[in-house]
């Protein structure tokens, strides 16, 4: 008996997580000789371009828990990419720096991030592309909210 196939409204959730699996693998690729992971790739490109930012601040930015930014982090120092040293203004606070390592392999990193844009925005026109952003936007602060409504529930049990 032949099975029909029923029309299933496209999910988002799947697009999504196929784009994310994707950028996942063509970062994974393009960075393989610097061994670096994907989430490593995303901190390091971050604090190349925001050199001296304050730990807590990164993990806000990052939308990563303190423990997984911190693995992270020790992870990429002892690959030689950073320096964490503590704030002068508060001790308790660090200051994450790139080093000579990173500096050499900057431009690389930048134009692999530009070019994945590119490769993700090829064949659309002007307006295309800012409706795109302003989509991811709102479904980017829907998200937020919902996971942030779920981290008060968890805080108040």
């Keep these: 008996m032949e099975k029909k196939h029923e029309h299933h ?6 697009a999504v997580g196929r784009l ?26 971050y604090v190349s371009r925001h050199n001296g930012i304050e730990q807590n601040e990164l993990c806000d930015h990052q939308h ?5 930014l911190t693995s992270q982090l020790n992870k990429l120092e002892a690959n030689g990419y950073i320096i964490r040293k503590a704030d002068p203004a ?11 390592k990173t500096q050499a392999i900057q431009d690389d990193l930048h134009a692999v991030f530009t070019s994945w844009s590119q490769i993700l925005l090829e064949g659309l026109d002007e307006n295309e592309r800012e409706t795109v952003f302003v989509i991811l936007d709102k479904m980017q602060n ?7 409504e779920l981290r008060q ?5």
């Design 64 to 68: 990563l828990d303190k423990s997984s």
């Design 9 to 14: 409204q496209p999910s988002i959730g799947r």
């Design 142 to 148: 829907n998200a937020s909210i919902v996971l942030q």
């Design 20 to 45: 994310s699996r994707a950028a996942h693998s063509y970062f994974q690729h393009r960075f393989r000789d610097y061994e670096l992971g994907h989430a490593q790739v995303l901190t390091l490109h």
């Design 153 to 157: 529930d968890e805080a108040t049990k």
């Design 90 to 100: 508060d001790r308790r606070a660090k200051r994450v720096f790139i080093t000579e």
